[in-house]
């Protein structure tokens, strides 16, 4: 059966510091993958998108990035966080079109 | 416009209510839609696909309308676990992103 592993939980981190949040599946090959993020009490903000490995479809222009180094592997990076950059990140994949999308269990992150 | 609208709620119903939810989309050439269920500080959950035939699982039945493009969960019997916020998603292609709702809240009373 497919997992998705996403981590860490939680992360609190100072204003200016770099952030590496990982997410990986198995059981699946060629996933379609996806970064949300989801302020507090607001709704899903899709940040981006993945369809095949080095391929990074942007939706939001922002201090974040994103990469997919292997099949199954997406990371979110930023250089230097903002406030604003706090909330629930959320990593999912697909495998594509008439396929619902299958979330991680979060990360909730604080800039301090 | 926004791809797809949902009433944000709250809906605020006694135990044993049936309730309605909508959700439009704008884009014609979506193909497949999905209701999630998000609990407070948790990921959305898969709650049902929806099938263009109407769908049933237990008490919940999704419906969808494409002359008017929107879809539908109807909820029987309301259980006080049922509390949510439930997101409708719409999918327009293999390789483009789902686009969902910023979600309807639901809170059940005893």
């Known amino acids: 059966s497919q997992t998705i592993h996403q981590w860490p939980a939680t992360l609190v981190q100072p204003v200016g510091s770099p952030l590496s949040l990982e997410c990986t599946v198995e059981?699946?090959?060629?996933?379609?993958l996806y970064w949300y993020r989801q302020a507090a009490g607001r709704g899903l903000q899709l940040l981006f998108y993945?369809?095949?490995?080095?391929?990074i479809s942007s939706e939001v222009p922002q201090n974040l990035s994103a990469s997919r180094p292997q099949d199954r592997q997406f990371i979110l990076s930023s250089k230097k966080l903002l406030l604003s950059d706090s909330g629930f990140y959320l990593c999912a994949w697909t495998t594509g079109l008439n396929s619902p999308l299958h979330f991680g269990n979060g990360t909730r992150l604080t800039v301090t | 416009r926004k791809e797809v609208e949902q009433d944000p709620g709250p809906f605020n119903v006694p135990e044993g209510a049936t309730v309605a939810f909508n959700c439009t989309y704008s884009n014609s050439a979506s193909q497949s839609f999905f209701w999630y269920r998000q609990d407070c500080r948790k990921e959305p959950k898969l709650l049902m696909s929806v099938y263009s035939s109407g769908n049933e699982d237990g008490r919940f039945t999704a419906q969808l309308n494409r002359a008017s493009q929107y879809i539908s969960l109807l909820i029987r019997d309301s259980k006080l676990s049922d509390s949510a916020t439930y997101l409708c998603v719409g999918h327009h292609s293999g390789n483009t992103p789902l686009v969902f709702g910023k979600g309807t809240r639901l809170s059940v009373i005893a």
């Open positions: 993945s369809v095949g490995i080095g391929q």
């Open positions: 059981g699946t090959s060629n996933p379609n």
